[in-house]
């Protein structure tokens, strides 16, 4: 049998040594496996359900892990934007929270903008203890008494300051973001946001904005704001 095989290779001009012939004989044995496996052998048949009686009662376990009913679907749920005026009972979908998009544009730069004010002045209320000069007065005049100085504090506040017209409604997130910036720079002791409006006699008044109603139904002078020593920073944003 394997000289015929041989042969036939010379006669179609393949001149192979041993090793090439038995690669080529093993690999057709293989080949020769894989069309002959049971598996392609067995002909297709169509798979058969048992019937089942109705009135027959399945044990426990079998009913459990028995499989759902085709004729159901699964149910698809609505979702929408969620808003301040949306009504969990009136609404039918499920409502899901969307970031807005940011209205104060350049933030880096207002931020850059801002450093020269980021330095610390001697604070008029808050003192700490001068170590170095206790421990001296100690020594040289046996006294046993505290020396203090003046802590170091931020320059400058912030009073916000916001025109309460119609038209203004629309800077609403503006405004936000832009004491949300002011508060988080770190260059001010404290940033306050102030009501700017006219009364009917055109007379300007001020009144605190974010607070409770009491503070917010009294009315100041725009006067008041100011401060003598020259450390509130007034800012209105037009």
Not at 75 to 82: E, I, K, L
Not at 147 to 175: N, Y
Not at 224 to 235: A, K, V
């Amino acid at each position: 049998m394997i000289e015929r095989v041989i042969g036939a290779f010379n006669h179609w001009g393949f001149n192979l040594d041993d090793t090439e012939i038995a690669d080529i004989l093993w690999l057709a044995v293989q080949m020769r496996r894989c069309d002959l496996s049971p598996m392609s052998e067995l002909p297709e048949t169509p798979a058969v359900t048992p019937e089942i009686d109705p009135n027959t009662k399945l044990p426990r376990d079998r009913q459990n892990n028995s499989p759902k009913s085709s004729t159901k679907t699964e149910t698809s749920a609505n979702v929408y934007p969620q808003s301040s005026k949306d009504n969990n009972e009136t609404s039918s979908g499920l409502p899901i929270k969307v970031p807005t998009a940011q209205a104060l544009r350049k933030k880096l730069e207002i931020s850059r903008s801002l450093k020269p004010l980021k330095r610390r002045v001697p604070s008029r209320n808050e003192f700490i203890l001068d170590e170095i000069a206790t421990a001296e007065r100690i020594a040289e005049e046996k006294l046993l008494l505290p020396v203090m100085c003046p802590a170091r504090d931020r320059w400058l506040e912030v009073a916000l300051v916001i025109d309460e017209g119609t038209s203004m409604f629309l800077w609403q997130q503006t405004i936000k973001e832009l004491k949300q910036l002011l508060e988080r720079h770190g260059a001010f002791r404290d940033v306050r946001t102030w009501g700017l409006f006219t009364d009917k006699d055109s007379k300007v008044w001020l009144r605190p904005r974010n607070c409770n109603l009491s503070q917010q139904k009294r009315l100041h002078n725009p006067r008041e704001l100011i401060d003598p020593n020259g450390r509130r920073l007034f800012i209105e944003p037009i």
